[in-house]
């Protein structure tokens, strides 16, 4: 994109300079003219949304480490499939939070898309895990995204009949409830972690407990 956007602006220069030496002004001016909007149109060219369908290309590293985890191939596409349709699903759910104050507030209560990073991030890191996010994945995420995209097209509706608002407030109350499993799913993920941290803490008061002795 800036390579095509310096390459624009040296023709224009240079070829200016040598219109004006030889004095075709008018020829000048259309030509920065049309170059201006050679310009606008790049500028205004939409990124194509990225398709979920297509995996990212995997990194010698992180295949490595895959690998050590004890994955198959096999293992590691089944892995790469699911995470990529997470992060999709994770985007989405932030871009749904971050379009609606109510969805906005509902997510402050309970911390449900950090929760959703975080165990993204430990799934990367421990893919072995993977079956024990498995309600997080398959279910509570999904469920999710479809509750915020069906709430935020009725909540967009222009007349809203008292069905319309009953609606609204049945979908938050579900959606306060999925936010706050999600939650849950985060810390029942790294509650070995946590029991892990809690018998080194042990181990290291002992010891103090010793040496002070």
């Given amino acids: 994109m800036k390579k095509n956007i310096w390459l624009i602006v040296g023709a224009i220069v240079l070829i200016s300079i040598i ?34 369908q297509v995996l990212p290309s995997l990194t010698r590293e992180r295949e490595a480490h895959y690998l050590k985890s004890g994955m198959t191939a096999r ?46 991030k430990e799934l990367v890191k421990e893919p072995t895990k993977l079956p024990l996010a498995s309600h997080f994945l398959y279910t509570h995420l999904p469920n999710m995204v479809d509750l915020t995209d069906k709430f935020i097209e009725i909540n967009s509706h222009e007349i809203k009949s008292r069905e319309t608002y009953d609606k609204i407030e049945e979908s938050t109350q579900i959606i306060e409830q999925m936010a706050s499993l999600i939650a849950k799913d985060y810390s029942q993920f790294v509650a070995d972690d946590l029991d892990d941290m809690d018998v080194e803490l042990s181990i290291a008061k002992q010891s103090i407990k010793r040496d002070n002795e």
């Fill in 75 to 120: 293992e590691i596409e089944l892995f790469r499939e699911t995470m990529n349709q997470t992060k999709h699903q994770i985007d989405k759910y932030q871009k749904n939070i971050t379009s609606n104050n109510k969805l906005k507030a509902i997510d402050l209560r309970h911390d449900a898309l950090r929760a959703s990073k975080a165990l993204f």
């Fill in 19 to 52: 219109f004006n030496v030889v004095g075709d002004s008018f020829a000048s001016l259309l030509l920065i003219v049309g170059a201006i909007l050679v310009y606008v149109g790049i500028r205004g060219r939409k990124v194509p949304a990225a398709d979920p």
